[in-house]
Nanobody, 126 residues
Framework: QVQLVESGGGLVQAGGSLRLSCAAS????????LGWFRQAPGKERDFVAG????????YYVDSVEGRFTISRDNAKNTVYLQMNSLKPEDTAVYYC???????????????????WGQGTQVTVSS
């Protein structure tokens, strides 16, 4: 079990940028695969991006490919989501998540993750 806390959300104009951070409490941060999910009003919680334990592998949903970048700093127990060229359709509550499982791929299903942050609101105005 690891505790996660997101920060960095806010209001930004279309075309702008934000960087989300997720700080973890624990001594085994480097053993976790990490992901970012988002949930808009009236919609399901959807996968956005994921990263392997070492950071050597990443995966993105098609709608954010080329605009968002996930990264991690294991020395700081922190995972980031850099969001560029933001669109109104990106408006949602963003959640970070962690799993201690072993994978040959980047987990995309929310049920594969067992630790979740409280979420941070991202609003993109047109």
């Amino acid at each position: 079990q690891v505790q996660l806390v997101e920060s960095g959300g806010g209001l930004v104009q279309a075309g702008g940028s934000l960087r989300l951070s997720c700080a973890a409490s624990g001594r085994t941060f480097s053993s976790y695969f990490l992901g970012w999910f988002r949930q808009a009003p009236g919609k399901e919680r959807d996968f956005v991006a994921g990263i392997s334990r070492s950071g050597s592998s990443t995966y993105y949903v098609d709608s954010v490919e080329g605009r968002f970048t996930i990264s991690r700093d294991n020395a700081k127990n922190t995972v980031y989501l850099q969001m560029n060229s933001l669109k109104p359709e990106d408006t949602a509550v963003y959640y970070c998540a962690a799993t201690g499982g072993t994978y040959y791929y980047i987990p995309r299903n929310l049920h594969e993750y067992n630790s979740w942050g409280q979420g941070t609101q991202v609003t993109v105005s047109s």
